[in-house]
């Protein structure tokens, strides 16, 4: 699966560790469901502003969220799905602080996408746990990757 990442936010970020971190994370995404055939996935990170954009446009929701994530069919005459997240970085330093560290909350927004591109769904809070404990679990496998993704 290739894999592409687009950065329309202004903070300082370590692009070479989050192309490794969506690289691991695209890598298990396609262990979830080995039977799809995944072609490309696009990272962008984004901050509220932007994600605003797409939360309006797709969803109506005139408000910053952390991550949005679309799968989509197969580009006539290839083979493979493709989908998009879309990451607030500005949403994952601001809840950073409170919560693990930034760089750990967008790593688990980057995760977050990925596991709705798997399928899953969080809109009950048994599905949202569950999402919750394959992505940390990803996650702990790929700590290295996560140290320094937002640069101060």
């Not at 954009?53 to 109506?60: A, D, I, V």
């Not at 994952?92 to 750990?104: S, W």
């Not at 596991?115 to 769904?121: K, P, R």
């Amino acid at each position: 699966m290739k894999t592409a990442l687009i950065n329309r936010q202004k903070r300082r970020i370590n692009l070479p560790a989050i192309r490794r971190l969506t690289a691991k994370l695209a890598a298990a995404l396609e262990a979830v469901g080995p039977e799809i055939v995944w072609q490309e996935v696009a990272l962008l990170l984004t901050d509220d502003v932007g994600i605003t954009q797409y939360n309006r446009e797709f969803f109506g929701k005139d408000s910053p969220t952390d991550v949005i994530s679309f799968r989509g069919d197969p580009i006539p005459g290839e083979e493979g799905d493709t989908g998009d997240l879309i990451v607030n970085v500005e949403c994952a330093v601001r809840e950073g602080l409170q919560h693990d560290g930034i760089n750990a909350e967008l790593a688990l927004y980057i995760a977050h996408g990925f596991n709705h591109l798997s399928g899953a769904d969080d809109d009950t809070p048994a599905r949202r746990a569950a999402m919750r404990r394959t992505e940390l679990h990803w996650l702990a496998e790929l700590q290295p990757e996560i140290k320094n993704l937002i640069r101060s």
